[in-house]
């Protein structure tokens, strides 16, 4: 049983440009949540999506998108790229209904913005 | 709001020491709380959660937790580490999910670092 993954594993962009991340999420898994992890930092939420629709977002601009497919995979979009966007973003899986269900993360997309 | 505060940046300890990595928490109601490792160039693994009940928790690789409202801390620990512990530790929190259907977003903290000397 695969869990999450998490592609490009790596990536190298200039400031302006546009990123698509892409996540899939474990077996049986419904609901995807992304986060962003500057260095030396603990991880940030940017959103979370279920039923294709984002239904809780964190303190991120607009620049920050995402969308969800039927088949419960995410792409975070991330427009107009400034330094500071050079993390590690995070995606996370879970299923939905169940309160003490656990979130389970990929290995992340390290970016990197010159 | 929710926040974590992980008070000790890095930790050095000899392996087969025991350890304890200090969490506390801000937030108004119950807490979900959970303590995450991340190896280099991995994701985060769940060591260990808690929801309610029992307020010392069992986790996996052989640590455990101890959740204390008083004090508002959920902190870490382990009897003896091994050289394969060496990674950084997140705690989090999370809303209590009796209040809120679905996965709702955890807050970490900032990670404590630990390193395992011979």
């Known amino acids: 049983d695969a869990g999450v993954t998490q592609s490009p594993t790596h990536l190298i962009k200039t400031r302006g440009q546009q990123v698509t991340l892409r996540c899939s999420p474990k077996s049986g898994h419904d609901t995807v949540s992304w986060y962003q992890q500057a260095l030396g930092q603990g991880p940030q939420f940017i959103f979370q999506?279920?039923?294709?629709?984002?239904?809780q977002r964190g303190n991120f601009p607009d620049r920050f998108s995402g969308h969800q497919f039927p088949n419960y995979s995410s792409e975070l979009n991330v427009n107009a790229l400034l330094l500071g966007d050079s993390a590690l973003y995070l995606c996370a899986s879970s299923q939905n209904g169940g309160p003490k269900e656990t979130q389970y993360f990929g290995p992340g997309t390290r970016l990197l913005v010159l | 709001a929710q926040s974590v505060t992980q008070p000790d940046i890095h930790i050095t300890v000899s392996e087969g020491a025991s350890l304890e990595l200090r969490c506390n928490y801000s937030y108004g109601a119950t807490p979900y709380l959970f303590w995450y490792v991340q190896s280099p160039g991995q994701g985060l693994q769940l060591l260990l959660k808690?929801?309610?009940?029992?307020?010392l928790v069992q986790g996996i690789k052989g640590f455990e937790a101890e959740f204390k409202r008083s004090q508002s801390s959920f902190n870490l620990r382990k009897p003896s580490v091994h050289w394969s512990d060496a990674a950084e530790y997140f705690c989090a929190v999370g809303p209590n999910p009796n209040l809120n259907f679905g996965n709702e977003k955890l807050t970490f903290g900032t990670g404590t670092r630990l390193t395992i000397i011979p």
């Open positions: 999506y279920y039923e294709e629709e984002e239904r």
């Open positions: 808690y929801f309610s009940g029992d307020t």
